[in-house]
């Protein structure tokens, strides 16, 4: 399918749903890409991947119930990221032993809890992997809404994110907040993630957040411009998974981070200072100047 | 001189354990002072205390005769360079802008004003002209000259550096301690903790020998002569090549 027939498709009536998907997909990955950078940055990937697993019981409650996914995944994952405050107090365990417990559990429970919705196989398939129908019109404002309310909240809490990600004990010797600061983050990671469930789906939502502030962090040293690349990547990345995905009746959610998975290993490679290729020209050309300077 | 510093009997406890115990310590403005100890003596935690990070069980804390300054963010902290986040993506200056977070407020932007603040500090450490530079590309001293910047920056008169001459090689020695001695004399009181017992010897104003608790305050020529003192903190015998060093000063 050629681009001029996508773009047909995502006027024709009939396939409504097809740029309600697109919007959703483009702005989740703007959102991820923003809050991701501070995921990418604070190295904690692995919280990360917990809170996205931890929205699950939230979602499927309110799933089964009728109730606002948004809400409901927002609380679920706020829930864990509690829980995993609380339990990591105890010294004997290490934090990431007790994220690994909690958000498996987390991600049981919302397996059980979904089990009593009719049609289980197909809702669990949806949640997992994503979909790009039945997205209801109301979503996209929540999405909008949402999307909007966590970038706003990431500008105005910039510096003090930004100094506790640098040194954690001298943002607490200058009087910052950190557990609330911290806990303010994994909400923001969580809104991130329940607005890019619908269309990426639970287990790939990670990529979103990880993958994009990875390829901009190998494009520049400047916190500012990968703070625009990293949503710029992931929106673009997104447009072209759906794409793609519309064109050979590939899963979306899978389409789209592989098309942004290719983004990174081009960076990996190409990026003009930290690439592969960019390094070993350097190299040669020292090596180059070695042999050409008089001993 | 008063004290701008003042930690008065002090009592920390970490899990139970007792760490400090009835220490007392002053550190007024001009001075340079050394905290010297061996290791788990409660240097740190001494740090820790009067920044506000950690509660004592007992004792008073006091910044200018204040007893509640020290835990609203009003001390100067440079700590040990592997705490920083050095490859994060960030200029020098924007590092130094984030000493003044605290003292911003939450939502504030950087003013003119902050930006003067900055401006000075990196001056003052010589940092100027490697502003815009990304931290992740600076050497050893170079990293440390920016975390004393974002000290500076937040205009405090109490400064605490936390081993700051630990991986750096004999020329950047040098060099930070005429930058701390002269911070010093510019009305600043500066307490570093250090393992170098070289560089405290001949930097220092004064020094402090802590094991669990202040055990012994004084100049370097005054403590270099009580050779005792020095086998009670360290826990060192009489052939120690640590009470040669002590002699040659003394």
Not at chain 1, 241 to 246: K, P, Q, R, T
Not at chain 1, 252 to 272: E, M, Q, R
Request: net charge neutral.
């Amino acid at each position: 399918m050629s681009p001029a027939d996508f773009l047909t498709d995502l006027l024709n009536p009939d396939l409504a749903f097809l740029p309600k998907a697109l919007l959703v997909a483009v702005v989740s990955s703007i959102v991820c890409g923003v809050i991701g950078c501070h995921v990418v940055l604070r190295g904690m990937a692995f919280i990360g991947d917990a809170v996205a697993h931890a929205v699950f019981p939230g979602l499927a409650i309110a799933f089964v119930t009728g109730g606002s996914l948004v809400l409901g995944g927002t609380l679920a994952g706020v829930a864990t990221a509690v829980l995993v405050a609380v339990f990591s107090q105890n010294r004997r365990i290490k934090e990431d032993s007790i994220i690994g417990v909690f958000f498996v559990a987390a991600f049981a429970l919302g397996i059980v809890v979904i089990s009593q919705a009719p049609g289980y196989a197909g809702s669990l398939q949806q949640f997992l992997f994503g979909s790009i129908t039945g997205i209801p019109d109301r979503d996209l404002y929540v999405v909008a809404g949402t999307g909007l309310l966590v970038l706003g909240i990431a500008l105005l809490l910039h510096k003090e994110l930004v100094t506790v990600s640098l040194d954690r004990e001298s943002a607490r010797a200058l009087g910052l907040a950190v557990f609330w600061l911290d806990l303010l983050l994994y909400v923001l990671v969580t809104l991130a993630v329940v607005i890019s469930v619908q269309t990426i789906g639970n287990i790939l939502v990670l990529a979103l957040l990880i993958t994009p502030p990875a390829t901009a962090r190998l494009l520049t040293d400047r916190l500012a411009l990968m703070m625009l690349l990293a949503p710029a990547i992931g929106g673009l990345g997104a447009l072209v998974g759906l794409y793609v995905s519309w064109s050979w009746d590939y899963p979306t959610g899978g389409t789209i981070v592989l098309v942004l998975t290719a983004a990174f290993l081009l960076a990996w490679f190409l990026a003009p200072r930290q690439g592969v290729l960019a390094k070993a020209w350097e190299r040669g050309s020292s090596r180059r100047r070695g042999r050409l300077e008089p001993h | 001189m008063s004290a701008a510093l003042a930690l008065r009997e002090v009592s920390v406890e970490l899990g139970g354990r007792p760490v400090l115990r009835d220490a007392t310590l002053e550190v007024a403005r001009g001075e340079l002072v050394g905290l010297l100890g061996p290791n788990g003596a409660g240097k740190t935690t001494l740090l820790r205390t009067a920044l506000g990070l950690l509660r004592p069980a007992s004792g008073r804390i006091e910044v200018d005769g204040d007893a509640t300054r020290h835990r609203r963010g009003a001390i100067g902290y440079v700590p040990q360079r592997h705490e920083f986040a050095w490859e994060f993506p960030i200029s020098v200056e924007e590092v130094v802008m984030s000493g003044r977070s605290g003292a911003l407020g939450l939502l504030r932007r950087p003013g003119i004003a902050d930006w003067k603040a900055v401006d000075d500090a990196l001056y003052r450490v010589r940092m100027t002209e490697l502003r815009e530079r990304p931290v992740g590309q600076l050497s050893g001293g170079q990293r440390q000259r920016v975390l004393v910047a974002r000290a500076l920056a937040l205009g405090s008169p109490v400064l605490l550096l936390d081993e700051p001459f630990t991986g750096l090689d004999m020329p950047t020695q040098e060099l930070l301690t005429d930058l701390f001695q002269s911070l010093a004399r510019e009305d600043r009181a500066v307490l570093m903790t250090t393992h170098d017992l070289a560089a405290a010897l001949y930097s220092c104003d004064r020094l402090a020998l802590l094991n669990g608790t202040v055990l012994a305050t004084g100049t370097p020529q005054q403590l270099a002569a009580e050779e005792a003192l020095w086998q009670q903190t360290f826990g060192i015998s009489a052939r120690s090549p640590l009470l040669r060093v002590l002699e040659a000063v003394a």
